[in-house]
């Protein structure tokens, strides 16, 4: 395991469906964090986890959106009832508690809503 | 809350050029600061990192500078090349917090 994987890599869907998305990190990271992205802009934080426990979401996290890391491993996010104002790129990064090495992000998930 | 901007929002260069980008925060009490390249439609590539407690680092042709008390940093690149191609990110983290982005410069190396 050499980095953070993220799966799938694009995903197109029509708005009102439900999407999935997984994240797979560092293994001996125990920090996990979700980010979106919207063309020209940088990363705008979502939520994050420290080993199972959801620690901090932001409010643009609405209640069509939801994370889980259940083992505190692998993480899903799921957007129910897809907007076109959902369509972004979604990154998925891993950290240590310490920090002291930064993030790793992984390559991210594309969603298109149509 | 902490706001990051980078300047400038794009470059084009000639290839063998040494150039600057800049970032800016302005809450000076961060605990890391990172810079990352991100090539279209891809994910972030850390290239940096600079703790609270040291003013640079460098990898390569990569030195990024850290000024914590005016809220700045710089990432200088020797001797560019088109495969700099990119958009550099900046992105600060309070104590316990998550990373705040700024927007990137995007970066063209003519060859």
């Known amino acids: 395991d050499t980095g953070v994987s993220q799966d799938p890599r694009h995903k197109i869907t029509k708005r009102g469906q439900n999407v999935t998305f997984r994240c797979d990190p560092i293994?001996?990271?125990?920090?996990l964090y979700w980010y979106r992205q919207t063309l020209g802009q940088g990363p705008e934080f979502l939520t994050y986890?420290?080993?199972?426990?959801?620690?901090?979401k932001s409010r643009l996290l609405s209640d069509r959106f939801s994370a889980e890391r259940p083992k505190g491993s692998f993480s899903t996010l799921e957007i129910q009832r897809t907007e076109q104002g959902d369509s972004a790129m979604y990154l998925c990064?891993?950290?240590?508690?310490?920090?002291?090495?930064?993030?790793?992000f992984g390559s991210g998930t594309r969603l298109t809503v149509v | 809350k902490q706001e990051v901007t980078q300047i400038p929002a794009a470059l084009s260069v000639p290839e063998g050029e040494n150039l600057v980008l800049n970032c800016s925060f302005t809450?000076?009490?961060?605990?890391?600061l990172q810079w990352f390249r991100q090539d279209p439609g891809k994910g972030l590539t850390s290239l940096l990192l600079?703790?609270?407690?040291?003013r640079e680092q460098t990898s390569g042709r990569l030195n990024a500078s850290l000024d914590k008390s005016s809220g700045r940093s710089t990432l200088y690149i020797a001797a560019s090349q088109p495969g700099d191609s990119a958009t550099y990110l900046c992105?600060?983290?309070?104590?316990?917090?998550?990373?705040?982005f700024g927007p990137g410069t995007r970066l063209s190396v003519l060859p």
């Open positions: 990064a891993s950290s240590l508690v310490n920090n002291n090495y930064g993030y790793t």
């Open positions: 293994s001996e990271h125990n920090r």
């Open positions: 986890f420290q080993n199972e426990a959801q620690l901090e």
């Open positions: 809450d000076s009490a961060i605990y890391n």
């Open positions: 600079i703790q609270s407690s040291q």
């Open positions: 992105a600060v983290e309070e104590y316990g917090q998550n990373f705040v």
